[in-house]
């Protein structure tokens, strides 16, 4: 795993031992930040389920100006700040579900990337909080990864979707 562009390109990341965490694989990370490329710089962007922190990192990597990191493991956060501090990047990391992200982020960002475990069901959810918290700004998007066609609830639309194997990725935003 690594940082595939911008000012940190090709800089490896620490990740975990064994095969119980999935990280996003590099070719599909590339092609989300395709898509989005644009509405990164000078963005303030949130990993919700942020693993290792890959997605977050590529971000910072390509000029947005602030990553806020959220996971429910410990092991994640301490990946995480291994990956933050062999960059030398500083950011917020937060050690909470991901309800009481939501409910506790202070403000609202640009790009939200939710990669929960494949298991998890709870993209309508997480949605709809995010809309309730007002955790988006007008205009910003939502990324997010499974192995389903996610559906969005009222006030969402889905405006792309892609699948690499058994990984669908969704943009959503609010109408």
């Known amino acids: 795993m690594r940082i595939i562009a911008g000012k940190h390109r090709g800089r490896a990341l620490a990740q975990f031992a064994g095969n119980d965490v999935r990280p996003t694989p590099d070719r599909v990370k590339e092609s989300v930040f395709q898509i989005i490329g644009a509405n990164l710089v000078g963005a303030r962007v949130l990993d919700l389920f942020c693993g290792s922190g890959a997605l977050g990192l590529e971000s910072l990597s390509r000029g947005a100006k602030e990553a806020v990191f959220n996971d429910v493991s410990r092991e994640s956060l301490v990946i995480l700040k291994k990956n933050l501090a062999a960059l030398r990047e500083e950011a917020r990391a937060t050690n909470l579900d991901y309800r ?72 959503f935003r609010m109408v």
């Open 100 to 171: 009481a992200c939501l409910a506790q982020s202070v403000g609202a960002f640009d790009v939200i990337f939710c990669d929960p475990p494949y298991k998890t069901d709870c993209a309508a959810e997480i949605l709809s909080l995010i809309a309730s918290y007002r955790r988006l700004t007008a205009g910003g998007i939502v990324v997010y990864e499974s192995e389903r066609e996610e559906t969005p609830p009222e006030g969402w639309e889905r405006y792309d979707l892609r699948s690499y194997g058994r990984t669908k990725v969704a943009f």
